[in-house]
Structure formats: structure tokens, C-alpha cells
């Protein structure tokens, strides 16, 4: 059993100082055992307690346990700030080395007590030294410490020896290695580069390894000896071979000035370049049934633009996680891109808008609407015959609106169309079919009919199926519900797919999307009601009464519950269906990310800068602690104090409507040197990925360049045919010399260019 109270565990994280006592004992009573503890120092020099454990036995296996569900709730890292101290336990040293290896260790002055009065015993000397353990300033500790050397001088040197492998050793000898396992530390440099000459502790420094403690330092400055030492020459060996500028292979190839100088710049650029960037990554599969991933980089050049670059594809042996991350490491090597200046990811782009109609299809009755719409689609669309009598009876329905004085003309109006198939990458498409189908309804009805008198066959017991499906009520509800649905959601959709939207602006219309759906939940079911009679009333279909007693089509009431046709299309499915959008939607931006996009939303320009807040600019850049140290987020706070009274009194930001404008603007006016940090935090807000509307334009060009025909493309050839294709205006650039040249040199030819 393990206990750690929150006010306990909170009050040490706030309040105490990084020393941690651990300590164990035997319980008495009718459930014996052992109880395991922690506590803390707090702010008065008292004990503090943290938490505690009862196990079976004390053990290194019962201490490690105990210690990782302490770690876990005082969130230590590395531990590198803290002390453990323990007395007499053999078991514990080794769980507090296995779980944090570098946290310093000390033994309790209980047991420091105990060694040190079998040769200096003494009461005065026992509470000096008591005195120095309770020391909370290096002035006192010093203080009491002369006062043991002025009592008892050989007292002194005792408590002075180390018994133990001190981490600060580290800090005055780079050449140490410290073995855990073996507390023992060696040379890196004699261990790596050996000599056969003598010297003394040779062999303990590169052999079995040296631990006599006490008398360390003196040791470690034998072994480094004078000038031209061993060990100063394997240190030398050691510093040519981790730097390159002493390898053969770069003394040997001279560069010229020129051609360094330009190499320099050609680097500087490019790391100018990609400063920070965030990666949107997809995968698919191409016609040779071979997943591959493609991955798109999304970065702000000099200029202040937004811009999104293909990068390429790779071949994935399967679609895991850790194959991914493997891929995506490969690459990052390949292209020398550093994860460091990574500040953003993107996956999976298919699930942004389609996962709010993978949501819809929740419903059952949603579901089957959408397949019987599908069906609908495919039996008219797989047809030559009757797509074109589709187009036929859409014809003579415009000319009868026309003859009636019911249609409205003019330029592009009233063009010729056919029923849109759904997609699954292309997020409105769905959307778009339903409107089809609403605008050629009577020619959809007609076709069907067509169908089952002409072609008494197959098809044409599922053509009579969808001909009395599709004319009920419960299918034009169904209709007109999601058309109203989507419709919203088709704003956000195709603002998603913008290559260069950024992340404020996306997020002000997620807000007006959900916003608009609760608005349409409470208000909107009645006029969705009517809209859908009067479609009936138009083409002879029978309208439901919402007061009447709801029957299933085709079926006997039985003893199913009774219920009005209200709640059935009010309740189970508008209600239902717009609950489970905002859901997603809520799932999707819910708290853990609310707070970071109010701080984004904070660098708007709209209504000349309004949304500005200070405080919550210096919270988002709160969020990039190596890109802001806490002497950048001092000076942050004082020049947002003078970017927004410039920006406001400037009429050259009066008019920008998005942080991308504003970034443009700022490079433009030079304002992007003047605000080095306001323009820092844009880029870091410009390179979060929006959608991955990018990569999936990818998978479209893949599927064109890699068709049936050239199924078998290597995935190399793949991957540079994409590239030329996406990234048509990099490569309208290149001068056509330029592209002779390359091929030229690929090989010996006889013609010369």
C-alpha cells in the first residue's frame, strides 16, 4: 500500500528544499510488515513528511517500487537537483542508483555519528557536529566546522575524507567515467588511446578502475602529471579526433576562399531557412498496394510568408507508430534537419473534417441514410445509359421551370451536372453530394423509374427499393438535416484546406462552427421541419405530423415503446447527430489546448489589435522554453509594451486580418528587427500546422504519376517525379542550362553540351 496525500505532496513541491530522508522500519501489530518513508525539510528546518508505504519485506525490489511512484508524483526528472539521505539501509543505495543514477547521496548524520565517536567521542564534540548538520548557510556550516577543528583538529580532518564518488569531479576532470555498477572510475582518454609506458595508477585508471576516495584528488593530479604525460597525450589524440578540422581528410582537401565562402553562405541560408519548422505527415497506399508516407514541411521564409514544401515519400513496411517514427528519423538524418528546431506536428489528415461525418455515421439511422444515398449514386453513376438519362430528365425539368417562369437565369446558371460522388480524403464532398441530390431530385426519381420499367433485371429490384426509400419523409429529413450540418462545417472545411491558413484564423472558425451548430440545435428544428414538408409537398411525398404516434416503415408497432414522431426525428436523431458534432469538435480543442490557443489568439491584428493581452504573450512564449530563457521573457514583456502602441497608432496595421498579413507587413516595414521577440512568437504561431490538406494533395498527384500503367516505379523515381511535380514553381526556376549540365555530368557521354 502507497500513500502520498496531494496537500502533502503539493506543500513539499512549493515549499521544501530538494533533500529527500528515506528511511524504513518494522511494523508491530497483528499485520506485520515494513513501512517505507520519505520526508522532506521544510521552510522552518523541520521534518516534512511526503508520503509512505507499507510492504512485506524490505527490499531493493519493495524500494524501487516505492521510489518510482515517488518520482511519479514529484514529477523528478533527472533529479539532478536533488539529495537522498539514508541511514544504515544496504537495500536502498542500489534501487535510489538504478532508478536516478546521478542524484546525490548522503548517509544520515545519525550513522555519520556512530562511526565518527568510535575514534573522537566526546560530548562537545558531538554537538558541533550536530550543530554543522543543522547548518542552512554555508557561513554557519563554515562556522561550525572551524569550531570542530579548533577542538579537536584530527576530528576535523575525519569528517573532511571522502568515502564516496563526488558528481562534482566532473566539473574540475572531463576525462572521468564513472562505473555505477562498479564504483570505480576511469580515463576516457588513456582508456581509449593506451601506451606502453609506465605510470603510476596506469592500470587502476584503465584496468580495474580506481576507487580509493579519500585520497582522490591527489590521485587524479598524479595521473594527469606534467606537460608531456601519458595521459596528456591520449588527451591530445582524444581532442584531434572530435575535432574535424584536424582530420587528414579536411587538411588534405583544400578549399578556396571562394569556394568556402560560398559553401558558408549556401549554409546560412539554408538554416536561415528552416530556423523552425513543424512536419505534417500522412500515409497511403499507392496502386502497387506499397504503403508509403509523405511528408510535408511547413515554415516561414524571410519574407514573413507562410509556406508549406513537399519533402518527398518514403516506403513504410506498415502504418505502426514506431515504423512512422522510424521513417520520419531516416529522413530527418537524410536531409540534416535537426528535431531541435521541430515546433510543431500534423497527422493523419483524412480524420480533421471527416471524422465529424465518421461521427454522424454514428448514428444508425444517419448511417443508413448516407449508404442508401451511396447506393443511390453508384447505381446512377455506373451507367452510361442512365447518367445520361440522368442529364436528359434534368434538361426537360429546367425547360418546364423555364416555360412555368420558376427558374432564374443568367451567365453560369443552370449548367449541366450529374450526381457527385463522396470521397474520402476530399472532406466536402459528401456535402456536395447532398446538394445534388437535392437539385435533381425529380430526375433522380425518374431515372429510378425508368430503371424498374425498362430493365427488369438485377439492378432493377434495387433501383425500386431506392425509388420508395429515397421518397419518404424520413429520408428528405435526413437530407435536409445533414445538408444543414455540413453546411456549416463546409466553411471550415475548405478553410482547412488552405495551403497557407494559420492557426488563429482556423481556430476563430472552429469557435463560429460550434457556435452555429448550438445555435441550429436549440433553434433550428422547426424550420428544418418545414423545409423538408415543403420538399415533400412539391414531389407527392407523404408528410409526417410530428404530434402522431411514430411508426416504423414496413413493420408493426409490437410491443416497441411508444413515441412521437417529435422524438423520433427531434431527440433520436437531430438532437443525437448535432450533440455528437460538438462533441468532436470539443475532443478535438478541448481544455488542454484552450489556454495556448487564447495566447495565439492574443496576436490577432483584427480590429487594430484588439484581442492584445500582455500577460497571455508572455504565457505563450511560456510554452517554448528554449526558445525564450527568463531573461528573454523579461525583455519580451517590456517590448510588447511598445510593439502594440506602435502597431495601434501605425496606418500601416490598422487594416491586417491575420497574423500571417502581420508578419508579411512587419518584414516589409523592417518592424521584424525593431520586435525580434513579438516576431518570434509569429513564427513560432505560423509554423503550427492547421490541416494536412497539403499531404493529401500529395497522395492525388501520386496517384497520377504513379497510375496502372507505371506500377512498378521504384520508390526513388517515385519520390523525385513528385517532387518535380508538386513543387512545380521551385523548379520553373531552374534554368534549363542548368538541368542539361546535371545530366550531362551524371556520366561520360561523346556529345559535350
Known amino acids: 500500500m502507497y500513500v502520498c496525500l496531494a496537500g502533502c505532496r503539493q506543500g513539499f513541491l512549493d515549499g521544501c528544499r530538494p533533500v529527500i530522508g528515506l528511511d524504513g522500519c518494522h511494523v508491530k501489530g497483528p499485520y506485520p510488515g515494513q513501512i517505507l518513508t520519505a520526508v522532506g525539510v521544510d521552510g522552518n528546518n523541520g521534518s516534512f513528511p511526503i508520503a509512505y508505504a507499507v510492504v512485506e519485506i524490505e527490499s531493493k525490489q519493495s524500494w524501487i517500487w516505492f521510489l518510482r511512484l515517488l518520482i511519479e508524483d514529484l514529477k523528478i526528472t533527472s533529479g539532478l537537483s536533488y539529495v537522498s539521505i539514508s541511514d544504515k539501509q544496504k537495500r536502498l543505495i542500489p534501487a535510489i542508483e538504478t532508478l536516478l543514477p546521478i542524484v546525490e547521496h548522503r548517509m544520515c548524520v545519525r550513522h555519520l555519528h556512530n562511526n565518527f565517536r568510535s575514534a573522537h567521542s566526546g560530548v562537545a564534540l558531538k ?98 602529471g606534467p606537460v608531456g604525460s601519458v595521459h596528456n597525450q591520449a588527451r591530445e589524440v582524444a581532442y584531434n579526433l572530435m575535432h574535424q578540422t584536424t582530420h587528414i581528410e579536411t587538411i588534405v582537401i583544400k578549399q578556396t576562399s571562394q569556394a568556402h565562402t560560398a559553401y558558408r553562405t549556401c549554409l546560412n541560408a539554408s538554416l536561415k531557412c528552416t530556423r523552425y519548422f513543424s512536419i505534417m505527415v500522412d500515409e497511403a497506399r499507392d496502386v502497387s498496394i506499397k504503403e508509403q508516407m509523405a511528408m510535408v514541411l511547413r515554415y516561414v521564409n524571410d519574407k514573413g510568408q507562410i509556406i508549406e514544401r513537399f519533402v518527398g515519400v518514403q516506403h513504410v513496411t506498415d502504418t505502426t507508430s514506431s515504423s512512422l517514427k522510424e521513417a520520419i528519423d531516416e529522413f530527418f538524418s537524410f536531409a540534416n534537419l535537426s528535431f531541435s528546431k521541430l515546433r510543431g506536428q500534423g497527422y493523419d489528415g483524412a480524420s480533421n473534417m471527416g471524422a465529424l461525418v465518421a461521427v454522424a455515421k454514428k448514428n444508425i439511422d444517419v448511417n443508413s441514410f448516407f449508404t442508401t444515398a451511396n447506393s443511390l449514386v453508384n447505381l446512377v453513376g455506373a451507367s452510361c445509359k442512365r447518367r445520361d438519362a440522368l442529364r436528359a430528365q434534368y434538361q426537360e425539368e429546367l425547360v418546364r421551370a423555364f416555360e412555368d417562369d420558376c427558374l432564374i437565369t443568367g451567365r453560369g446558371l443552370n449548367q449541366e451536372t450529374t450526381l457527385k460522388r463522396a470521397g474520402d480524403t476530399r472532406w466536402n464532398s459528401h456535402y456536395g453530394t447532398l446538394i445534388s441530390i437535392i437539385s435533381m431530385f425529380p430526375s433522380v426519381v425518374n431515372v429510378l423509374q425508368m430503371n424498374v420499367d425498362d430493365n427488369p433485371n438485377d439492378s432493377s429490384g434495387e433501383a425500386y427499393k431506392l425509388w420508395r426509400e429515397i421518397q419518404s419523409f424520413e429520408f428528405v429529413f435526413h437530407l435536409f438535416v445533414m445538408k444543414a450540418i455540413l453546411g456549416i462545417t463546409n466553411t471550415l472545411s475548405l478553410a482547412l484546406q488552405k495551403k497557407d491558413q494559420d492557426i488563429v484564423s482556423a481556430m476563430s472558425l472552429v469557435k463560429t462552427c460550434k457556435e452555429n451548430l448550438q445555435l441550429m440545435r436549440d433553434n433550428e428544428f422547426e424550420e428544418l421541419v418545414e423545409q423538408a414538408s415543403s420538399f415533400c409537398y412539391k414531389h407527392d411525398i407523404i408528410v409526417l405530423t410530428m404530434d402522431e404516434e411514430y411508426v416504423i416503415p414496413g413493420r408493426s408497432g409490437g410491443n416497441a415503446p411508444m413515441k412521437t414522431n417529435y422524438h423520433r426525428y427531434c431527440v433520436e436523431i437531430f438532437i443525437h447527430v448535432i450533440d455528437g458534432q460538438l462533441a468532436e469538435l470539443n475532443d478535438r480543442f478541448n481544455e488542454v489546448s484552450t489556454e495556448l490557443l487564447t495566447c495565439l489568439a492574443c496576436l490577432s491584428p483584427k480590429n487594430n489589435f484588439v484581442a492584445f493581452d500582455k500577460r497571455k504573450l508572455v504565457r505563450l512564449a511560456q510554452f517554448y522554453p528554449y526558445d525564450f530563457s527568463d531573461r528573454d521573457l523579461l525583455m519580451l514583456e517590456d517590448q510588447l509594451g511598445v510593439y502594440v502602441h506602435h502597431m495601434r497608432s501605425s496606418s500601416d496595421f490598422s487594416q491586417l486580418e491575420g497574423i500571417s498579413s502581420l508578419a508579411e507587413k512587419m518584414v516589409e516595414k523592417g518592424m521584424h528587427e525593431t520586435f525580434p521577440f513579438v516576431y518570434l512568437l509569429l513564427t513560432l504561431a505560423l509554423v503550427l500546422p492547421v490541416a494536412t490538406a497539403s499531404v493529401e494533395r500529395a497522395f492525388s498527384a501520386m496517384n497520377i504519376i504513379k497510375n496502372p500503367l507505371r506500377n512498378r516505379m521504384g520508390d526513388q523515381w517515385l519520390n523525385d517525379s513528385l517532387i518535380v511535380y508538386i513543387e512545380r514553381d521551385v523548379f520553373a526556376c531552374i534554368d534549363n542550362e542548368i538541368i542539361m549540365q546535371r545530366f550531362q555530368n551524371m556520366k561520360t557521354r561523346r556529345g559535350q553540351l
Open 127 to 224: 554537538h558541533i557536529l550536530w550543530a554543522a548538520a543543522r547548518a542552512t548557510t554555508m557561513p554557519w556550516w563554515e562556522a561550525e566546522m572551524e569550531n570542530m577543528k579548533q577542538e579537536d583538529e584530527e576530528a576535523w580532518e575525519w569528517l573532511r575524507i571522502n568515502r564516496r564518488f563526488i558528481a562534482h569531479w566532473f566539473d574540475d576532470h572531463d576525462w572521468l567515467e564513472y562505473s555505477i555498477a562498479k564504483d570505480v572510475a576511469f580515463c576516457l582518454h588513456c582508456y581509449l588511446f593506451k601506451s606502453n609506458f609506465d605510470q603510476v595508477g596506469r592500470d587502476a585508471f584503465t584496468g580495474v578502475g580506481f576507487n580509493n576516495w579519500k585520497k582522490a584528488k591527489e590521485r587524479f593530479n598524479l595521473h594527469v
